[in-house]
């Protein structure tokens, strides 16, 4: 199964119109590939906080749409990273978008972890409520984003739910990009799953991004890792590792808390 990330630039300078477009070619150039990911909040910034009202779209707004058109001339699953997602009470949401090869919108996930610490984001979005994955022909994926990777039991529920591989669209800081490779192999490790961490590259709302994208295996080893810069990470994965490195290794069965057992 051949996966591309497309660790996107996102900068003040350019707008979101031109930005969109851009976005969407490269999709098209990853025709080949059998899944493509964006990163978080792409379209905004992930710290531009006062876009996040001006800059929201509902689920069939000019960005969905042209990620839709995009995985469709690509012929790609598309995780089209997320958006801010304006619904029809008002309540925005930052919101993960799945396009199948065909271009329709088949999964959203919208975040449970909003990071700010009662600013930012923990104030302006709601809270996503629902764990989620995502079938596909080679695995199943699990959905989480960005702040969600400190969270160790959202992806121990989506494995539970039957997750083989954990897509995390980010638009994580440089200055704790330690903790972004860190935490992206642990939850590889300890779920024994395939990890696509796709974050931000440049600088926006004076906050400059970690890039590093990273595509981790079931081991923990990182297959590829992007720099700094835009850039596209693709690689060829197995997706038979899963199930055999969960065969010779079978550390979930020996899970106890919270684990509900007969008896």
Known sequence: MRVSLIQTDVGDAEPTAARRSRVARLVREQRGSD??????LWHVGAFAYESFATGAEPLDGPTAEAMAE???????????????????????????????PEGEL??????????????????????????????????????ATCYDLRFPELFRALVDAGAQT????????????????????????????????????????NVPQAGHSLIVDPWGETVAEAGAGEEILTADLDMTKVAKTREVFPALKDRVLGVERDG
């Open 166 to 205: 954990l897509v995390i669209p980010a638009g994580w800081p440089e200055r704790r990009r330690g903790h972004w490779t860190l935490l992206a192999r642990a939850r590889a490790v300890e779920n024994q799953s395939y990890v696509l961490a796709c974050g931000t590259a440049g600088t926006h709302a």
């Open 35 to 40: 899944l493509v990911v964006l990163p978080e």
């Open 70 to 100: 995009a995985a469709r001339d690509a012929r790609v699953w598309l995780h089209a990273g997320s958006i801010a997602e304006l619904t029809p009470s008002g309540t925005v949401f930052n919101t993960s978008l799945v396009f199948s």
């Open 106 to 143: 088949v999964r959203t996930y919208r975040k449970i972890h909003r990071f700010g610490f009662d600013q930012g984001e923990a104030v302006l979005m709601g809270a996503g409520t629902e764990v989620v994955t995502v079938p596909l022909p080679d695995t199943t994926l699990g959905l």
